[in-house]
């Protein structure tokens, strides 16, 4: 079993350390997050998605972006690839991200989708995702370097099988899927299994997360809302190890990345617990 870490669950290491923490834990590839931290949290307590120490800065100089690559060769890790929060339509900034991805030798990254909250009709978005992806294969082509659509919550792709509607247009040799359970708890759980063999040729890559649902009553207990909340790996609602037998089902053989939101265990023990977790239900699947 290949693992991963993305690095916007590990906010508090520098690139250095990130690298170290994972070569301790057996972990082989290292997904970097590629995005500035604002000025205004530089001097606050690291935090996933504001101060991450351990994110690619899309303004720095050639130097300071080899910095991810030598961190990595150092300590014998593999630069898998660049994750950015790119808008979708923005085809210079997805160019830009391809560059530096082959600069430091990572084979994929992840690219812009539409999000929907009911103002604008999907099937606007989903034409306007379809001209984008158009582009963004001929650039995968021109760079080696392959563009991910992920599955996840308040975008038009919440789901395998919309996933599957949108990248199906193109070569899997240069679109894929991001492919995230943890995600799904939110919006756009279908049985596993059904959804990967769905997604055949185009699964390309696997975060592992988890999250579980909060039952908030309202102010008179006349009625309730639920929402979805990340909880520890083996705490939620995505059975993990019926997912990874999914995977093995369907010949899945790349890599599972960490992207543990929930905040239970300092990044380190974090790291070492996912990959010791991960090898005990890939062993379970093994001796079945």
């Given at each position: 079993m290949k693992l991963s870490v993305f690095t916007v669950a590990t906010p508090d290491l520098l690139p250095e350390?990130?690298?170290?923490?994972?070569?301790?834990?057996?972990?082989?590839?290292?997904e970097?997050?590629?995005?500035?931290?604002?000025?205004?949290?530089?001097?606050?307590?690291?935090?996933?998605?504001?101060h991450n120490r351990c994110s690619i800065d899309p303004n720095g100089t050639q130097e300071d972006?080899?910095?991810?690559?030598?961190?990595?060769?150092?300590?014998g890790r593999r630069s898998l690839a660049v994750v950015p929060y790119l808008t979708c339509g923005d085809v210079e900034a997805t160019e830009k991200v391809m560059q530096v991805a082959k600069l430091i030798g990572a084979s994929f990254i992840r690219v812009g989708i539409p999000g929907y909250d009911r103002t604008r009709n999907y099937n606007e978005l989903y034409d306007q995702a379809v001209r984008y992806l158009?582009?963004?294969q001929d650039l995968?082509?021109?760079y080696g370097v392959k563009a991910v659509?992920?599955?996840?919550?308040?975008?038009?792709?919440?789901?395998?099988?919309?996933?599957?509607?949108?990248?199906?247009?193109?070569?899997?040799q240069h679109i894929g899927v991001l492919y995230d359970p943890g995600n799904m708890v939110h919006e756009g759980y279908e049985n596993y299994r059904m959804g990967l063999e769905l997604l055949g040729p185009y699964l390309a890559h696997v975060h592992v997360k988890n999250g579980g649902?909060?039952?908030?009553?309202?102010?008179?207990?006349?009625?309730a809302s639920w929402s979805g909340e990340w909880?520890?790996?083996d705490q939620g609602a995505v059975p993990w190890k019926q997912v990874i037998q999914d995977l093995q089902s369907v010949g899945y053989e790349g890599y599972y990345g960490i992207e543990d939101f929930s905040g239970t265990f300092e990044s380190r023990e974090m790291l070492l617990r996912f990959a010791e977790q991960m090898n005990i239900w890939a062993d379970h699947k093994q001796s079945v």
């Open positions: 350390e990130l690298a170290q923490a994972a070569a301790d834990a057996g972990i082989e590839g290292i970097w997050r590629f995005k500035e931290i604002p000025a205004e949290a530089a001097e606050e307590k690291p935090s996933f998605w504001r972006l080899l910095r991810f690559k030598q961190a990595a060769d150092k300590h158009h582009e963004v995968a082509a021109a659509v992920e599955t996840h919550h308040l975008t038009i792709t919440p789901s395998a099988g919309l996933t599957h509607r949108l990248v199906s247009h193109f070569n899997p649902y909060r039952k908030t009553p309202s102010e008179d207990g006349s009625s909880v520890p790996l």
